[in-house]
Each structure stands twice: as structure tokens, then as C-alpha cells.
């Protein structure tokens, strides 16, 4: 069964880069799927950050492309998220899931890590 | 800003059947893609409840369904349960954005 698990700082400076790993055990990366980011604002709703394939193809949220990039490690059996110049409006939580592809072409979050607070403040 | 509206809140009475509306567009489920469903339980990361329009995962039980016509797409719950009492999310794809996008979020109160 698969498990993953965000990493990283809980608190970045306005301006600075937040910087997130998501762990992934019980499957390893390079065996396929679908890899993505979303975040959770408090007490807000999800917004879907962007994914990577595990070749390395990535696909943005455009409303947050110029300021992130996403990245796999397949050899630490890894992925991870940059965001750049970060605001009070970038505190949520991140999360990491496993996304699935159904034979229709959509794709779906089927496994999620627990999900990691990140405050954006002085 | 999302493009798929829900309402914020239902309510029912343990037993009782609710359904939550998910509304997009032309560009997202009027254009045949696909809707999926997520509870979040209280202070936990969110579960898929059913993937595809109306096909549940292993472990989610019956009583929760899903439907979609034209536009929109709807996510019953029959037999209303107190542990039922969480946040639900539609989500689809927006050919317009070209990526994911959620909708607004549902509470549901079990009364």
C-alpha cells in the first residue's frame, strides 16, 4: 500500500521560496502514475497545485505557474515543490497525493499523504 | 475562484438521504469529463468517495452515489449516518485552464 509524506519548513519568510518533499513508500515513483501537489488555505477549500509524471512531464495550475516547480527524485523515491516569492495569501496545507488515471483520460487523487501546515510570515 | 460551485451546507437527520450539486460549465463537466468526490473528515486529509462519475472505491460503502447530467453532477448520501458529518469536493478537469480544479467545498451536518 502506498504511503506518502510531506516534508519541510512550517514557516517561510514573505518573498522567499517555500520549499516541500513528499516521501512515497510501498511503490516506487518510476513504476508510473501521476505525482501532484494541493494545498488547503485554513478553513478555505483545495486548489489543485500541479503534477508531475514520473518521466519528469509537469503540468501547472496557471494561476501559480510563474512561481512554482515541481520535480521527481526517482532515485530517493521522491518528489517535491518550489513556490517562489510566497505571500501571507501561500499559508495552507500542502498536500501530496498519488493521482490515477482512468481509461476515460481524467484522473483522479486516489492516495494522499497527511498533509503539512505552511505559514507564510516575518 | 473555483469553477465548480457547491452548495456550502446541507443537513439531515441520521437516516435521512442528502445529495450535494457540484455546477460547472461547458468547459469541465459539460464537456464529458469525468467528476470525482472526496470527503475530509475533521482535521484529515482528504479521501476519494468515488472516482469516474459513480464508481467507489474499496471500503466506501453503498450508501453514497454519484450521478452527473450536463453541466452538473451530484453526490447522494443515503441513510444519513453522524459519521458522515464532514467537508465534500467535487473535482474534474477545465479544458478552458487546462488543469484540475475543485469545487467550493460541501459541509455536511448530521442533525
Known amino acids: 500500500q502506498v504511503q506518502l509524506q510531506e516534508s519541510g519548513p512550517g514557516l517561510v519568510k514573505p518573498s522567499e521560496t517555500l520549499s516541500l518533499i513528499c516521501s512515497v513508500s510501498?511503490?516506487?515513483?518510476?513504476?508510473?502514475?501521476?505525482w501532484g501537489w494541493i494545498r488547503q488555505p485554513p478553513g478555505k477549500g483545495l486548489e489543485w497545485i500541479g503534477s508531475?509524471?514520473?518521466?519528469?512531464?509537469?503540468y501547472y495550475n496557471p494561476s501559480l505557474q510563474s512561481r512554482v516547480t515541481i520535480s521527481v527524485d526517482t532515485s530517493k523515491n521522491q518528489f517535491s515543490l518550489k513556490l517562489s516569492s510566497v505571500t501571507a495569501a501561500d499559508t495552507a496545507v500542502y498536500y501530496c497525493?498519488?493521482?490515477?488515471?482512468?481509461?476515460?483520460?481524467?484522473?483522479?487523487?486516489?492516495?494522499w499523504g497527511q498533509g503539512t501546515l505552511v505559514i507564510a510570515s516575518s | 475562484q473555483s469553477v465548480l460551485t457547491q452548495p456550502p451546507s446541507v443537513s439531515g437527520a441520521p437516516g435521512q438521504r442528502v445529495t450535494i450539486s457540484c455546477t460547472g460549465s461547458?468547459?469541465?463537466?459539460?464537456?464529458?469529463?469525468?467528476v470525482h468526490w472526496y470527503q475530509q473528515l475533521p482535521g484529515t486529509a482528504p479521501k476519494v468517495l468515488l472516482y469516474?462519475?459513480?464508481n467507489r472505491p474499496s471500503g466506501v460503502p453503498d450508501r453514497f452515489s454519484g450521478s452527473q447530467s450536463g453541466t452538473s453532477a451530484s453526490l447522494a448520501i443515503s441513510g444519513l449516518q453522524a459519521e458522515d458529518e464532514a467537508d465534500y469536493y467535487c473535482?474534474?478537469?477545465?479544458?478552458?485552464?487546462?488543469?484540475?480544479?475543485f469545487g467550493t467545498g460541501t459541509k455536511v451536518t448530521v442533525l
Open positions: 473535482q474534474s478537469y477545465d479544458s478552458s485552464l487546462s488543469g484540475f480544479v
Open positions: 461547458s468547459s469541465n463537466i459539460g464537456a464529458g469529463y469525468d
Open positions: 469516474g462519475n459513480t
Open positions: 510501498g511503490y516506487s515513483i518510476s513504476s508510473g502514475y501521476y
Open positions: 508531475i509524471y514520473f518521466s519528469g512531464s509537469t
Open positions: 497525493a498519488r493521482s490515477r488515471r482512468l481509461g476515460s483520460g481524467s484522473n483522479y487523487f486516489g492516495d
